[in-house]
């Protein structure tokens, strides 16, 4: 947060700066709200092990478990607020810089073990008819990173007529930010069940462990395209007003503390609305 917190400050004092000098212009304010898509990386127990040592649930035996190795994709909130400067009075390129908000899920993965067996025989005084007696044993382990990020993002974007009524949009831009509350989940489920003739037996035990990891940077590099649409036709301040629409296709890397880096492609789709003076 520190790094992040001088970082800003000496970014504003640039500016800052080159709005003096009459090089740069601040002319809007944007705010958008989204959701990034996110490919999740399979977490193997070694890992988990490794980021919650302390953890009884990660001491218990797990010999005979299957480990369940699979990549997914997960979906997480997004917000961002930026402001736009242009450059010598011109419209296009736009600079955007501001401030991210997001939430990522890092890593999931599991482990089970499922047995299954006769226990007795029930033989029919009259009939001789067989009833098997069954018992079965599962065990599930599951476990999830999952970090929240507050991140500096600047994107250099090129306009089609941006005082136009509709326009489109495209470009370049980085997000480097910083986790302020990565945490592990980790659940253990544990069912015995018994049947017995005229009823069964059930005997479900579950445990839950929680925590906290180390702050850690991700770095993304993406690419903005958008639609706009300016509200007002004739009214002063509807034409100030525009709202638009935003995909950023991305790639992003990812460094966890004693463990590894992560490279993880990523879509992120949002709804904006800027302001124009």
Request: glycine share 8%.
């Amino acid at each position: 947060m520190k790094k992040l917190t001088v970082f800003f400050l000496f970014v504003s004092t640039v500016l800052v700066a080159q709005e003096k000098s009459g090089c740069m212009q601040l002319t809007e304010a944007q705010v958008l709200i989204g959701s990034n898509l996110s490919s999740v990386e399979t977490m193997s127990l070694t890992d988990f092990k490794t980021l919650a040592p302390g953890s009884s649930i990660l001491a218990k035996d797990y010999t005979g478990f299957s480990s369940n190795y699979y990549n997914s994709t997960y979906t997480n909130p997004s917000f961002t607020g930026l402001l736009g400067f242009t450059f010598k009075n011109k419209p296009n390129p736009l600079l955007r810089l501001g401030l991210g908000y997001s939430t990522r899920t890092l890593g999931t993965g599991s482990s089970s073990r499922y047995e299954s067996f006769h226990y007795d025989t029930l033989t029919s005084a009259q009939t001789g008819q067989q009833i098997f007696l069954d018992s079965t044993h599962t065990q599930y382990m599951y476990g999830a990173y999952q970090a929240t990020y507050l991140s500096l993002d600047a994107s250099l974007i090129f306009r089609t007529k941006p005082a136009a009524r509709w326009s489109i949009y495209g470009g370049i831009g980085v997000n480097v930010g910083m986790a302020f509350n990565g945490f592990l989940n980790i659940d253990y489920h544990d069912d015995h069940y018994a049947s017995s003739g005229n009823y069964d037996q059930s005997n479900w035990t579950h445990e839950q462990e929680r925590f906290n990891q180390k702050t850690h940077v991700a770095s993304t590099v993406y690419i903005p395209m958008g639609l706009d649409f300016r509200l007002g036709k004739k009214s002063v301040f509807m034409n100030r007003l525009h709202i638009f629409v935003e995909t950023r296709p991305s790639m992003t890397i990812t460094t966890i503390p004693s463990l590894k880096t992560q490279l993880t492609p990523n879509i992120t789709s949002s709804f904006g609305l800027r302001i124009v003076w």
